[in-house]
């Protein structure tokens, strides 16, 4: 642990907060998740993926197509509510919290990309929520 200082902890924010800045950051997630799968749906992509100009053509594409890139910009916000929430809270705590998201997205694919969602992906989305209520009832963020 030589060359790490250790500062005093920040102040500690209440858990409304919290589930504010969770609420915005997973919606953003999702939301996003969902308009590139769209966006990237518009331009379908063929060619070897490693390859320059099969790169420089999907660089191109991103900055070509406007639900690609709106959905580029709520992922950077949910990174952004994401650094906001580790300033503060536990890794511990938040990032076990995320997993909500993975509720949240196939939810957001189903309604607005028409996916479906088999029995047992939705039997792992439970066993998710259930996690997170134990998280949740027995953690208490910093």
């Known amino acids: 642990m030589d060359g790490i200082s250790t500062s005093p902890s920040p102040e500690s924010k209440p858990l409304w907060y919290v589930f504010l800045l969770m609420s915005i950051g997973l919606g953003a997630e999702a939301w996003g998740f969902v308009l590139i799968k769209k966006g990237l749906l518009e331009h379908p992509s063929t060619g070897n993926f490693l390859s320059a100009p099969h790169m420089a053509a999907?660089?191109?594409?991103?900055?070509?197509?406007?639900?690609?890139?709106?959905?580029?910009a709520l992922e950077a916000l949910h990174f952004g509510v994401l650094m906001e929430l580790l300033s503060f809270g536990e890794v511990s705590f938040i990032i076990p919290l995320t997993s909500v998201g993975y509720v949240l997205t196939p939810l957001t694919a189903l309604f607005l990309l028409h996916e479906s969602i088999p029995p047992a992906r939705w039997?792992?989305?439970?066993?998710v929520c259930a996690g997170v209520f134990v998280l949740l009832r027995y953690k208490s963020p910093s």
């Open 58 to 72: 999907i660089f191109l594409q991103i900055l070509s197509t406007p639900l690609v890139l709106l959905g580029t």
């Open 123 to 127: 039997a792992g989305i439970l066993l």
